[in-house]
C-alpha cells in the first residue's frame, strides 16, 4: 500500500479558495489512480472527484463540477485539489484515495481504493 497524508484544510468564507494536498510514499506514486472523497457530519462519504496516474484524464462529481480542479505531479508524489468558489455545502472532511486497481481508468466508488490518508477538514462559513 501507498501511504497518504493530507493538508491544507481550514476555515474560508464562502467564494473563497483552497488547495488540498495528498503527500503519497512507500510505493511508485505514478503506478496508481487517484481519488478526493468527502464526508460532512451525519452523511456518508463521497466521490468528489478521480485521476489517472498520468493526470491525462479526470473526472468530478457534478456537485463540484468547474468550481474544483483535480492534478498531481508525479516527479514529487503528490496529488492537489485546488477549490474555488467554495459554498458552505462543501463543509466536510476530504480525503485523498489510491487504487491497486488499472491507474488508466478513474474511479468513483470508495470501494475501489484501497489506501486512504487521515483526512482534513473543511469549513465554509456564510
Known amino acids: 500500500q501507498v501511504q497518504l497524508v493530507e493538508s491544507g484544510g481550514g476555515l474560508v468564507q464562502a467564494g473563497g479558495s483552497l488547495r488540498l494536498s495528498c503527500a503519497a510514499s512507500?510505493?511508485?506514486?505514478?503506478?496508481?489512480?487517484m481519488g478526493w472523497f468527502r464526508q460532512a457530519p451525519g452523511k456518508e462519504r463521497e466521490f468528489v472527484a478521480a485521476?489517472?496516474?498520468?493526470?491525462?484524464?479526470?473526472y468530478y462529481a457534478d456537485s463540484v463540477k468547474d468550481r474544483f480542479t483535480i492534478s498531481r505531479d508525479n516527479a514529487k508524489n503528490t496529488m492537489y485539489l485546488q477549490m474555488n468558489g467554495l459554498k458552505p455545502e462543501d463543509t466536510a472532511v476530504y480525503y485523498c484515495a489510491a487504487t491497486k486497481y488499472d491507474s488508466s481508468s478513474l474511479y468513483l466508488k470508495s470501494g475501489d481504493y484501497d489506501s486512504w490518508g487521515q483526512g482534513t477538514q473543511v469549513t465554509v462559513s456564510l
Open positions: 485521476i489517472t496516474w498520468s493526470g491525462g484524464n479526470t
Open positions: 512507500g510505493r511508485t506514486f505514478r503506478n496508481y489512480a
